[in-house]
């Protein structure tokens, strides 16, 4: 069995810059955030789909004109055969390869970074309250990625789903100064949803444009681009 639990059926054209993809989805994760938009793929690992029924669907999705894969989860660093997973959609199907990560993972991510062609790392809060944000306290690991993906990937986004209960201006500065000079940061509006972990998220408004654009500003020249999304 591969570590893809599922996939959407209909590609998609906003998950993968400039591609029409597909998105698989692996199961687990060694975060713990309460405003996960994919809660039923956090925690233990589930039993993914067979190598035969992945090969099928990614038969089907060259039918329709996809030329990339999306990656996602869970989180795909946890699960040990993401580097043949990468090669079976590159080599096999000749899709380009986005992978999403939280970086917790820096000796696979080093792995899979000569692999894949895009990679999108979330930076879920300053570094000071990851561990009460995320359940990681293994800073260290996460600023290791940035750095790994900063010399190594062929193309790459930072980004953050901005809450308000997180998101003040102190958090958003120490997150200016541990993505300062990459190539691209984020900016991700957050929407409440019925099904998140933590009742408290589940009430929480929606990340407003105008907020999203005042850290527009307060962000300005940590990266050579800063993108809005949701605005």
């Known amino acids: 069995m ?21 998105v698989f989805f692996t199961s687990g994760c060694n975060f713990a955030c309460g405003f996960c938009h994919n809660a039923s ?16 669907a990614c038969t089907q999705f060259k039918k329709e004109w996809v030329n990339g894969v999306v990656i996602t989860g869970g989180e795909p660093t946890c699960g040990a055969d993401l580097p043949k997973l990468i090669d079976l959609f590159k080599t096999r199907f000749g899709f380009a390869v986005k992978l999403d990560t939280n970086g917790s993972n820096p000796e696979r991510l080093a792995e899979c970074l000569p692999l894949v062609d895009y990679v999108a790392m979330d930076i879920k809060c300053g570094l000071s309250a990851y561990s009460e944000v995320t359940g990681f306290p293994d800073t260290g690991k996460i600023q290791e990625s940035i750095a790994l993906v900063r010399a190594k990937a062929k193309d790459y986004e930072f980004r953050t789903t901005v809450i308000e209960t997180i998101h003040n201006a102190e958090q958003m500065e120490e997150i200016r100064q541990i993505v300062k000079g990459s190539k691209r940061y984020v ?31 307060q962000m300005a020249g940590c990266a050579e681009e800063i993108l809005l999304r949701g605005a």
Do not use: C
């Open 2 to 22: 591969s570590s893809i639990y599922a996939y959407l059926e209909k590609p998609s054209m906003v998950d993968y810059p400039k591609h029409f993809a597909a």
């Open 41 to 56: 793929l956090m925690g233990k690992k589930q039993t993914g789909i067979s190598w035969n029924k992945l090969e099928a």
């Open 187 to 217: 900016l991700q509006a957050f929407i409440p949803r019925d099904e998140l972990p933590e009742e408290h998220y589940r009430t929480i408004p929606r990340t407003t444009a105008a907020r999203l654009q005042e850290l527009n500003i």
